[in-house]
């Protein structure tokens, strides 16, 4: 019984996916950017964990920050630390690698192994600097969408992502809404603010008036280590909160017992900052710091001045999360996603997070994030999973139209319906044989007439304990005129109901 909290739920057994390793995908094509021009030769970098079930209906993508990379979770061999989001990503996280395939991959124009500004051009043979193309979010998001369809998935169970990787989030809704069940935008804005740009701007011109930089061409010489390791100190800065620095530094004096009165470091806070910097320009490169904090300020997804325009399209259900300290991404543009969103009869729920870490909550505040990303993701409803794509028969078709639509649409379960689409029978591949086997001709002789249904709304628990009771593999999805709407499978569901508690 220890296993079980008083609510009779199984506890979370929280564990390491273990050891992972990053793998490379080489586009086929040119990739076309919004602000016109091809990359050529692009190749994207990514890290997948868990299992993609039969209907490939369990990928969630994880989208990430502007320092980050696809070395989400899990341990690198010989590394001291584990992936960035290793406290939600694993067996028993919220982003349960039992349930879920994950996918995460570094974004075009970074330095982590996918194709950006220190790759080698393939025109002239040496790293691009400069003359890479400015790139934006949606074009890191078709670089995405490709390494998707890669893997041969049609639609996304779920898009997660904190600061620039919520607002990957928000252009995967927009730009491909079919394609995203659920989407959880976390401590992220829908367009970037003046204050962020004017930050970013003067992180840029740190880099830039680095001499060392020499016009973003020093791959062959010493990198610009001033003007990135400076704009990696105001960046930190904006990633804290007044609370936080104060919790954590006080006004404590660095390795001294009294003020120097000079100007050598004296605070504590300065040699922490000094040392974010200095670590920070061993793992990153100054030019994409300039292309993809650019990409940041171009993003804005209004349209016509309105985000509720900009979000006509979307399709998906959002868990909206903001931090209440977070003055980089404050609460407010959270709220101005959900009201958009809401102005769009989109289902949304918003939570904010309690916490004094200021926007970096969104990697530390693992408790907050586990409760309420496993609470959203679980409450799975038939209609979140259902295929709307359906195959289904009318009432006076012949049985060998039965055969030649299962064969052709590889389906084993088709529903009858009326003219009006009303559901009055199924008929599956074993009906066929058994039809054969009687040598029936008619689909209404051998139809089964009760069918067993599913609602757009019941939870999918619900649908596969019916499933189970009745030993069939296949629900049709009716609306309250029994219309049908969809269909459910145990493949599409499989691994994504909670695990069967007997078995524990
Ligand atoms: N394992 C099978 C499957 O894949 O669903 C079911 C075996 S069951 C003995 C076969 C019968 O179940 C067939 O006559 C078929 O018409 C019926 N059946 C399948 N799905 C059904 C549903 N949703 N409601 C009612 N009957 C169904």
Known sequence: MDKFNIMGFRKMKKESIGLTETNYYNLSDDLTLEGGGKLKEVTIAYETYGKLNKEKSNAILVCHALSGDAHVAGWHEGDRKPGWWDSIIGPGKCLDTERYFIICSNIIGGCKGSTGPSSIDPETGKPYGLNFPIITILDM???????????GINQLFAVVGGSMGGMQVLQWCVSYPDMVRLAIPI??????????????EVGRQAIISDSKWNEGDYYSDEIPKVGLSLARMIGHITYLSYESMYQKFGRRLQDKEKYGFDF???????????????????????????????????????????LAEGFE????????ISVNSDWLYPPAQSKEIVMALTANNIDVSY?????????????????????????????I?????????????????SMEEAARLMLENKVTHLPVVTDMDNLIGIVTAWDISKAVALKCSKLEEIMTKEVIVSKPGDQIEKAAEKMKKYNISSLPVVDNDHRVIGIITTDHISTLITRDIEKI
């Not at 670089?143 to 890669?150: G, I, R, S």
């Open 187 to 200: 401590a992220t804005a829908a367009h970037s603010a003046p204050q962020q740009i004017a930050f970013n």
């Open 351 to 379: 939570h904010e997070l309690k916490s004094s870490y200021g926007h970096d909550a969104f990697l530390l505040e693992e408790g907050q994030l586990n409760y309420i990303i496993s609470g959203f993701l679980s409450d």
């Open 313 to 320: 399209d979307v399709k998906a259900k959002f868990l909206v």
């Open 381 to 397: 409803h038939v209609e979140d999973v259902m295929t709307g794509e359906i195959t289904k028969i009318s009432e006076e078709s």
């Open 141 to 151: 998001v078709n670089a995405q969408k490709n390494l998707v369809d890669h893997l």
């Open 264 to 306: 050598s470091l004296d605070f504590e806070v300065e040699s922490y900052l000094h040392y974010q910097g200095e670590s920070f320009v061993k793992r990153f490169d100054a030019n994409s710091y300039l292309y993809i904090t650019k990409a940041i300020d171009y993003f804005d997804l209004t349209k016509n001045g309105s």
